[in-house]
């Protein structure tokens, strides 16, 4: 085994408990980070790369009244944890949550996806901090880029 991810979806402290009650109760968000940061010590840089549900911190309803309301918070929280992986050498990647599945939680309660412009400015910020942190794309996911051959469904911040 040479490659490891350990999601860790979404990076805001409170909303890492309301949308990951599992993860917090049975591990704890700290503690997550502090074991994906101890793997990348033993896998080495870009063969640890936990995945963030790109769009979820804006999740926001009646029923779910906690996500963020502002694209740029969002996209601030979300760098935040991209930084802080990445002088863990730690490479993250992304999932998009653009849409709802009708009989999940947040689906039966109308919470709302994030405006489109959210996305190009967390894969600029993201790619911003890739470069001034100088980390290589995460392992096993294929080429970066535009036309590039990349191995996952999910490759839009690669593809930036």
Known sequence: MDYYHPNIEVWDRRLFSLICPGKEENIGRDEWIRRTAEAARLFGTGNVSPNFVAGIEMAYSQAFPHGFRNVEEAVRSTAEGIEILMQNEIVPKFDTWGGLEPLSWFGR?????PPLEYYPELYIRY???KREYSMPWPAGLGEAGAGGVSKVPASAFMDA
Request: proline content about 0%.
């Open 127 to 129: 790619k911003e901090l």
């Open 109 to 113: 309660n109308g919470v709302s996806i």
